[in-house]
């Protein structure tokens, strides 16, 4: 798990390269939004997405995860039904109502049930967990967008995602120690407590949702997240908390480093107000100058981050017991 991990940039330069071949539904003569349908692991690409696309992107962009997608898709909807196995439940669902109702559907999967579903398919290398085909399962459809004309270029910032993605992995690859290691020395504080993850602005909320999610299902861990500003009108006054139960929370805090002076100050009177009684607080913030290599720089760090963790643990990091037994059970049902 950790060798695929920090083998994400070249996920990214090859999950360009099979966007940019795959075969496109027609776009709408009048596109009005753009949804993505995917559940776990293959819809946090979406999220992301969502956010590096935010400033650019002229239609509503809508990330689904359940079988039914919003009543007002119809023909003049994009959807891309996202799955990597291509045989998940609520995704082949949302897929098929996309056809009943018209839309333009794109499905990026390694194949399965999706794949027979759409005549569009942007198919990606099977055998990885789906968490850990990230770059597969998000790259295309920035490819897929950019060719629709949705987006202006994109190559530049994918490439130099990659290229900030192999630096941040040669840094906290396993043979690097752990006093130069800041994954290894994030994992060993978050050992033994509840990890609380902070993004620092909503550019940054995808990636800390990620954190929370790779906790879960690399270190059998419970975590929780929230996102500056919102969590100061409601959660920082949870903080007021027994001691005992807040020095079992260490919090870590996502900056995408294009914070204003006053977004900034306000996560640092948070952190002295409300987080004082927390086992830690820890920073980690974004690398590069798009907002693509920030948040994939931010998931990186993360994703390493949760498997050292696992290792400090005692546990696998790659089953996913608890999710699997869930399927089954659906299944004899």
Not at 166 to 192: C, D, F, W, Y
Not at 292 to 316: E, H, K, N, Q
Request: aromatic fraction near 4%.
């Amino acid at each position: 798990m950790l060798e695929v991990a920090l083998s994400l940039h070249r996920q990214v330069r090859e999950g360009w390269r099979l966007g940019s071949a795959a075969p496109l539904p027609s776009l709408p003569a009048s596109p009005a939004h753009l949804v993505i349908a995917g559940m776990g692991g293959s819809a946090i690409g979406g999220d992301l997405l969502a956010a590096v696309l935010e400033p650019r992107l002229p239609l509503p962009l809508v990330v689904v995860r359940d079988s039914r997608l919003p009543s007002y898709v119809g023909p003049r909807s994009v959807v891309i039904a996202v799955s990597y196995s291509g045989e998940t439940e609520e995704t082949i669902a949302a897929a098929e109502q996309a056809v009943r109702a018209g839309a333009a559907l794109l499905a990026i999967t390694s194949g399965g049930r999706l794949a027979e579903i759409s005549g569009r398919v942007a198919r990606v290398p099977a055998g990885l967990p789906p968490r850990a085909a990230l770059g597969y399962l998000m790259i295309p459809a920035l490819a897929a967008l950019e060719r629709w004309g949705l987006t202006g270029p994109c190559a530049g910032d994918v490439e130099e995602a990659a290229t900030v993605l192999q630096e941040v992995a040669s840094e906290i690859g396993p043979a690097v120690p752990t006093s130069r290691n800041a994954a290894k020395r994030l994992a060993g504080h978050m050992s033994g407590r509840i990890p609380a993850v902070y993004a620092g602005s909503p550019e940054v909320e995808a990636a800390a949702r990620r954190w929370k999610c790779q906790f879960n299902e690399n270190s059998k861990a419970f975590a929780t997240w929230n996102t500056f500003p919102e969590l100061t009108h409601n959660e920082t006054v949870g903080w007021a908390s027994p001691a005992e139960v807040l020095g079992m929370v260490a919090a870590v805090v996502l900056l995408g480093g294009d914070e204003s002076e006053r977004a900034i100050r306000r996560i640092r009177v948070t952190c002295d107000q409300a987080f004082r009684k927390a086992a830690g607080v820890h920073e980690i913030r974004g690398r590069g100058g798009s907002r693509l290599s920030r948040l994939l720089s931010l998931v990186l760090m993360g994703d390493a981050t949760s498997i050292y963790l696992a290792y400090l643990r005692g546990v696998d990091p790659t089953p996913v017991e608890a999710i699997t037994a869930v399927k089954r059970r659906m299944r004899e049902s």
